[in-house]
């Protein structure tokens, strides 16, 4: 074969596999939390894999069961279980519910409402994904020390004094060991995913020493089975709706932001809609087959793209590759401790944790960092859907209020703008004749926060390569949130990357407090890039300009 006809192909083929090996430890730790089994989490993969891979909306997604869908799965599989009464009376409802939860997005997508997750709040996002990590990382404290897990954060934390008084070293050793592997093994090579080595390695010595501990136990060989059943459930619609619901939106969230960070490394933009329509069919064929439900998978993605992937053809290479896994070696994967998958999931869960947003809880604006703290409780202790709904409640109150104290004392309009009259915003910014073709000046009108940020990123990202300088006029942006904060950053660096100079002028008191509290001034944007005399504003352009290698080749 010609490879020269297609030159993304061996691209695809590598990121594909590579996200493949990185998929499969995770697709069987997220099977046996969400109480289904190591298989569901395969078949969730496989589904999800191919399907939504093939009718999304963003080229290199990978999408699979990941950690905030498989916390609610499992918290949805126990709720009806306790209506049917037992797992295999539950099962048809259970997969009816993810079908559902797929046709739901589908909707979601059909009604274009993908363009609205742009306007959820950092803050609220944070919250969300650090309560995420949290319960990933209490769902295993009772299987790293040997025990089966209660259903509920309420009673892991009620009853945890039994299992620490009575130990099971084995088990917590294999957590351990595999935990150390996990991070350590990056550092000696990243040709191979150190999940995976850790789950060889472990599950090897676990066989041969020989350790007791549980095991995954038997795992379905051959192709996954259609499951018809699941439409002889639509009569417990009033039971599936609302997790499904719930699943519906999650799964939303956690697609559309993955396609975001695709976007941001690739430098492409995806289709919203598209995408969730693809998830949608993506998890209406996981229910189908018996698997769980998923979403967009963040690290998988970035994988994929780093490992070449750049066409959906990476994605569905990394379902048929867990697919031929599942042909292969499911005899050998029931050997699987349980340990070991809860070391896995307990990196995965500390990596959910959103360590930025929670270092800088004590320099962002108050009511930030209060969105946050509540959408965090309220994830861990009370409900997801319920804790992002909460957020935006308390975001948009609190929103208008601020707008309505700045309006009055100022009526500026909360639009972004930019001038259509080029040569008269170069006249009031004195910047010289010569060096015009290479300077781009915006005004930014009104506050900088989240309901803008993705617009002022839009701009940013619309900057001409052939642009030397950006003047950032911030003279009438009298506040900037937590999005505002990081959307600004994201654009310094991303610009600097094209060695394109960002220059602001008549920086207001609080966006200036706001970044020196988080370290945005000095380590990113530097002091000498600040100004409030437009004429020396525009004396430093000149002299950059003119001993810039950009310019001069």
Same mark, same amino acid.
């Given at each position: ?21 990185? #998929?499969?430890?995770?697709?069987? #730790? ?14 969730? #993969? ?26 609610? $799965? ?32 589908? /909707? ?87 999940? /995976? ?23 379905? $060989? ?122 896995? /999931? ?75 009259? #080029? ?75 094209? $060695? ?54």
């Amino acid at each position: 074969m010609n490879l020269s006809k297609f030159p993304s192909l061996k691209g695809d083929v590598f990121g594909g596999i590579t996200a493949g090996i990185v #998929a499969l430890p995770l697709a069987l #730790a997220f099977g046996v939390q969400s109480g289904l089994g190591a298989a569901a989490g395969l078949y969730g #993969a496989i589904g999800l894999g191919i399907f939504a891979t093939l009718f999304g909306g963003t080229n290199t997604q990978i999408s699979g069961p990941t950690g905030p869908m498989t916390v609610v $799965s499992a918290a949805m599989i126990t709720l009806i279980i306790g209506h049917k009464g037992s797992l295999d009376e539950a099962v048809p409802s259970i997969l009816f519910c993810f079908f559902l939860a797929g046709a739901i997005m589908i /909707l979601m997508g059909v009604l274009r409402i993908g363009q609205y997750i742009k306007y959820i709040p950092y803050p609220v996002v944070s919250g969300f994904m650090t309560g995420i990590g949290v319960i990933i990382i209490i769902l295993q404290f009772f299987p790293m020390l040997g025990y089966d897990s209660p259903k509920t954060i309420l009673e892991i934390l009620r009853n945890i004094n039994d299992p620490l008084q009575n130990i099971h070293w084995p088990s917590l050793g294999l957590t351990a060991f595999t935990m150390l592997i996990v991070y350590i093994f990056p550092k000696i090579s990243t040709l191979v995913p150190s999940t /995976l080595v850790a789950l060889i390695i472990v599950t090897i010595m676990a066989v041969f020493i020989p350790i007791e501990v549980k095991i995954i136990g038997d795992i379905p $060989s051959g192709l996954p089975a259609f499951h018809f059943d699941i439409f002889t459930a639509m009569a417990d619609i009033n039971i599936v709706l609302m997790p499904a619901v719930t699943l519906a939106a999650l799964g939303a969230i956690d697609s559309l932001l993955t396609s975001v960070v695709a976007d941001n490394v690739t430098r492409t933009s995806h289709n919203s809609n598209k995408e969730l329509i693809g998830q949608g069919l993506g998890n209406m064929v996981a229910g189908f087959i018996g698997g769980i439900p998923g979403a967009g998978a963040t690290m998988r993605t970035l994988v994929n793209i780093k490992s070449g992937g750049t066409t959906k053809l990476s994605g569905v290479i990394h379902g048929i590759f867990l697919l031929l896994v599942l042909l292969g070696i499911s005899s050998l994967a029931s050997r699987i401790p349980i340990p070991v998958l809860s070391g896995i /999931l307990l990196t995965v869960g500390i990596s959910i944790v959103d360590r930025r947003g929670l270092s800088h809880i004590g320099k962002i604006t108050k009511t930030d960092a209060f969105v946050l703290i509540i959408v965090l409780i309220l994830t861990v202790f009370v409900d997801l859907l319920q804790a992002v709904a909460a957020g935006m409640i308390i975001s948009s109150v609190i929103f208008i209020k601020q707008m309505g104290d700045i309006t009055q004392k100022d009526s500026t309009s909360t639009s972004i703008q930019t001038s259509k009259e #080029a040569e008269k915003l170069h006249d009031r910014y004195h910047i010289p004749n010569e060096i015009r073709p290479f300077v781009s000046i915006k005004r930014i009108n009104g506050p900088l926060f989240f309901g803008n940020s993705e617009y002022f990123l839009q701009l940013g990202k619309k900057v001409a390569d052939e642009i030397a300088v950006l003047v950032i006029d911030m003279k009438r942006v009298p506040y900037i949130d937590q999005s505002g904060l990081y959307a600004l950053e994201s654009i310094v660096l991303s610009l600097e990357q094209k $060695s394109i100079q960002v220059f602001l002028l008549h920086l207001q008191k609080q966006p200036e407090a706001m970044m020196r509290n988080i370290l945005l001034i000095p380590n990113v944007i530097e002091l000498e890039i600040i100004f409030d005399d437009e004429e020396l504003c525009a004396e430093s352009i000149k002299i950059l300009i003119k001993n810039n290698k950009k310019i001069s080749t």
